[in-house]
């Protein structure tokens, strides 16, 4: 991890602002998925008061589509490839590489907890999707946009049966 006195909280917080803005997503939206209490501690953030730290700051990365020392030393830029994380998940054995995507492409859809849903990695059967990816039926940017599609539909689903009840 990176030595906390390189890290000027003032830039921090410059640079979460800044993310937020590009990224269309507000402190309220980062305070929910984060599963904070409140949104002050994210103000706190982009004012330079506290820095992430811990799972936080993995999370956060992970929503923001950027690597934790970009959020804190502004090095490493956004990750290449061409889903989030892609450069971490590419080291992971085929399998677990195969959950790590689907996982992040339900995330883009605010849908988490999937994987308990679908019996997870030790299920006996695994989800069709993912039994596809492992014949090699799909690259793994294939298989990103597969679960995204899956995920989207799964989202427009929810979201009706919400409506139908008054939500």
């Keep these: 991890m990176n030595n906390d006195s390189e890290i000027n909280k003032e ?3 410059l640079r979460l602002e800044k993310l937020f803005k590009e990224k269309k997503i507000s402190k309220a939206e980062i305070q929910r998925r984060l599963g904070l209490k409140s ?3 994210v103000h ?3 004012k330079g008061k506290y ?3 811990g799972k ?3 999370q956060l990365a992970d929503i923001l589509d950027v690597s934790t020392d970009y959020i804190l030393l502004g090095k490493g830029g956004q990750e290449s490839g061409p ?3 892609y450069d971490e998940i590419m080291k992971l054995p085929i ?3 195969a959950w790590s995507i689907a996982r992040v492409a339900a995330e883009q859809y605010c849908i988490t907890g999937f994987m308990s849903f679908s019996g997870g990695r030790d299920a006996k059967e695994k ?3 993912i039994q596809r990816f492992m014949k090699g039926e799909f690259t793994e940017e294939g298989f990103y946009k597969e679960a995204c599609s899956f995920f989207e539909e799964m989202e427009k689903r929810i979201k009706d049966e919400f409506a139908k009840r008054g939500f």
């Design 83 to 85: 889903f989030p994380r």
């Design 11 to 13: 830039e921090v917080g």
């Design 44 to 46: 706190k953030w982009t």
């Design 56 to 58: 936080n700051l993995t």
């Design 39 to 41: 949104w002050d501690t």
């Design 95 to 97: 399998e677990e590489r």
């Design 51 to 53: 820095i992430p730290k």
């Design 127 to 129: 989800p069709e999707l």
